[in-house]
T-cell receptor
Framework: EPEVTQTPSHQVTQMGQEVILRCVPI?????FYWYRQILGQKVEFLVS????????KSEIFDDQFSVERPDGSNFTLKIRSTKLEDSAMYFC?????????????FGPGTRLTVL | GEDVEQSLFLSVREGDSSVINCTYT??????LYWYKQEPGAGLQLLTY?????DMKQDQRLTVLLNKKDKHLSLRIADTQTGDSAIYFC?????????FGAGTTVTVRA
């Protein structure tokens, strides 16, 4: 069964450093998402992406964040200058269509630890 | 805005039924979902229900939706040890999913 994959599974970085989290969505999917879950808190929406553009973003997704689909298979989340409060589990998701009937399938997550 | 609430913990005996409850606030929700998260794993879609339905059954899973009260429940029949996990309720509004905090289900022998 096709699945969303994410690398790395765990990333440790120093405050102020840039990190890039990588995702390979399901191959025929067209819509891509990032969510995050700070330890002990809810899973929060960050951004949705379609046709090489951001379609919606939350207020969390500020100028420090960016997303990119650099080729036909990868979808990345970049955090330019990490802060301690960026420590969280980051989930990528994808869906085949974006209407009322689509379903988002999630990857296993990348645990980001900012020291 | 969207706000999804769930009880945090549920302990159930193996073989009994589990019922996990969820309330949501946004009346424009189109679909409501249940995801399962096992330790160290991602969010696995369990089932979903369209907002104009009131019940959906899928093998051991039964979803009940009371749209008037904005209340969603997930019943797991004949709960097994492999059902121990965190269960997330989520509502879909526009492009995004809004999640509850998750209910940790512990199955005891």
């Amino acid at each position: 069964e096709p699945e969303v994959t994410q690398t790395p599974s765990h990333q440790v970085t120093q405050m102020g450093q840039e990190v890039i989290l990588r995702c390979v969505p399901i191959s025929n999917h067209l819509y891509f998402y990032w969510y995050r879950q700070i330890l002990g808190q809810k899973v929060e929406f960050l951004v949705s992406f379609y046709n090489n553009e951001i379609s919606e973003k939350s207020e969390i997704f500020d100028d420090q964040f960016s997303v990119e689909r650099p080729d036909g298979s990868n979808f990345t989340l970049k955090i330019r200058s990490t802060k301690l409060e960026d420590s969280a589990m980051y989930f990528c998701a994808s869906s085949s269509i974006q209407g009322i009937t689509d379903t988002q399938y999630f990857g296993p997550g990348t645990r980001l630890t900012v020291l | 805005g969207e706000d999804v609430e769930q009880s945090l913990f549920l302990s159930v005996r193996e073989g009994d039924s589990s019922v996990i409850n969820c309330t949501y606030t946004d009346s424009s929700s189109t679909y409501l979902y249940w995801y399962k998260q096992e330790p160290g794993a991602g969010l696995q879609l369990l089932t979903y229900i369209f907002s104009n339905m009131d019940m959906k059954q899928d093998q051991r899973l039964t979803v009940l939706l009371n749209k008037k009260d904005k209340h969603l429940s997930l019943r797991i029949a004949d709960t097994q040890t492999g059902d121990s996990a965190i269960y997330f309720c989520a509502e879909r509004v526009s492009y995004k999913l809004s999640f509850g905090a998750g209910t940790t289900v512990t199955v005891r022998a």
